[in-house]
Structure formats: C-alpha cells, structure tokens
C-alpha cells in the first residue's frame, strides 16, 4: 500500500530531506584527492549528529557505515575505508537521514578531476535520467511512466540501467511501497496522487547492466568493472510538479557552516 502523507507529514519530510541534502552537498565538497572513504564517512557522522538526526543507514540490516560510498566500478552500498580518492575517479555518496520520524534519502556522484569524456558523459545522462524520472512524478502519471522515463534517457545515451536495485517509497520508513524499477514500459502500475513520496534514483553503468556483491556483502559492482553513476533524491508528488524535498536547508546551511569553521580551528 502506498502511504499518502499528510501535509504535517510533508512538512516534517521536508526537514529530514533537506537535512539528507545538506549532508550531501557538504560531504561532495570534502570529495577530494587524497581522502579516505572512512574520513567521507566519519565527517558525515559528524554533521548529522550536529544537526540533530541520525543516520537511516548505520545499522541497516547490519550496514556499518553511516553513509553508502561507492567509486568507480562501484555501483552502490559501498562502505567507507582506507581506499584514497584519486584524481579521474567519480564518487557516488549515498545519504539517509531519520529525523523527527521521518526518513530523507539522497544521493550524488562527484567528478574528482576527471578528463575522460566517457565519465563525464556517464554522470551527466544519470543526472538527465533523474531529472526525467522526476518530471514524471506528477499525479494522474502511472508509476512506471517514471520507469519508462529513465531507460529512455539511458538507452538513448548508449549506456545501461541497473536492473537490480529499484528507487523506492519512502516515509516513516526508508523503504516503503512502491518499488520503481529503473526500467520498463509506460502507462502500469498504480497512478500518482498528491502526498506520496519517492525516492528516485537511476543507477547507470557505463558497460553492461549486471552486478554483484563483493565479499564484504554489500559493496555492489559493475561485472564488467566499468564505472558506475548514481544520482536520487526524495520527492513529493504533487499536482502538475513534483515537489523535489531533498534541497539543502538554508537554516541548515548557515548552522553548518558555522560549525565548520569552529571544527577546523581546534584542529
Ligand atoms: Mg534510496
């Protein structure tokens, strides 16, 4: 069942997305040469816990980092570690955070200097196939209007949708009805109204669409090892236009960096 949620509700899921997105954008700033995945995750721990939520992930069926990061070859659900970012890498950050009973769920891809055409190509058709998913998150629209959109901007682009993971409903719970596959024919599923919320996000590879799950039991991969990007945000269907939640605050912002600045003088 999908939930509707009230526009209290929404108006609660605008904060916890806004605060996903602030993370986001803060973290994607500290994407640089030289840092570890660990100190990506580690930073994040720290700026949830400042503004006051926590982490949706950390302890997720047993996930042990705070935020999913994922470079290169990895698709998603990657943990954060010793791995260094480099430069012509791209790093997919992904972020959920529960605050006040509700979940926002978000998630970027950053160039770190990156020259290869290909690459940046990739991340700019993800980026596309989001924005397409999200013109079509609009009520009196079929779900797999949404579906359609995405394989579209993809498949026309040359590249391939992962088929494994889904975008998602989401609320007071990070995984709610519907699943929305990335991929599929228009006009099925459930039609949109006003009040349900999404988690939209396209995962593309820039080789083959198959996946698998390192040993570690959650870092996803391409097969073919070939660079992977992805791109979500959380939405609200509305009447005409999605409303898109997972927007950096500005309250948030302002406290942020705020904070910042304090931290790194005591170091
Ligand atoms: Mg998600």
Redesign the pocket.
């Known amino acids: 069942m999908i939930k509707i949620k009230t526009p209290e509700e929404l108006g609660r899921m605008r904060v916890s997305a806004g605060m996903a997105a602030t993370v986001r954008d803060s973290v994607a700033a500290e994407i640089k040469p030289g840092v570890t995945t660990q100190e990506l995750d580690e930073y994040a721990r720290d700026l949830i816990r400042e503004l006051g939520g926590r982490s949706a992930f950390f302890g997720y069926r047993g996930f042990p980092g705070q935020i999913c990061i994922s470079v290169n070859e990895e698709v998603v659900h990657g943990i954060g570690g010793a791995r260094r970012i480099q430069v012509g890498d791209i790093v997919s950050a992904?972020f959920?955070v529960y605050y006040d009973g509700f979940i926002g769920?978000t998630?970027t891809t950053v160039m770190v200097g990156v020259s290869d055409p290909e690459v940046i190509r990739l991340v700019s058709v993800t980026e596309k196939a989001l924005e397409a998913a999200i013109s079509k998150a609009v009520a009196g629209q079929r779900l797999s209007d949404i579906s359609h959109a995405v394989e579209q901007v993809v498949t026309d682009a040359g590249l391939a949708v992962v088929r494994d993971f889904v975008?998602?409903g989401?609320g007071r719970e990070?995984?709610e009805d519907p699943q929305i596959p990335n991929f599929g024919p228009p006009g099925r599923g459930p039609r949109l109204k006003p009040g349900m919320t999404l988690?939209l996000?396209p995962m593309v590879n820039m080789g083959r669409a198959e996946v698998e799950v390192l040993s570690d039991g959650w870092t996803v991969v391409t097969r073919d090892r070939k660079p992977s990007a992805h791109f979500?945000h959380t939405i609200a269907v509305q009447e005409g236009q999605a409303e898109v939640l997972s927007v950096a605050n500005n309250v948030e912002k302002r406290k942020h960096s705020a904070g910042r600045n304090t931290e790194k003088c005591d170091k």
């Open positions: 992904d959920g769920d998630a975008g998602h989401i990070m995984h988690a996000e979500e």
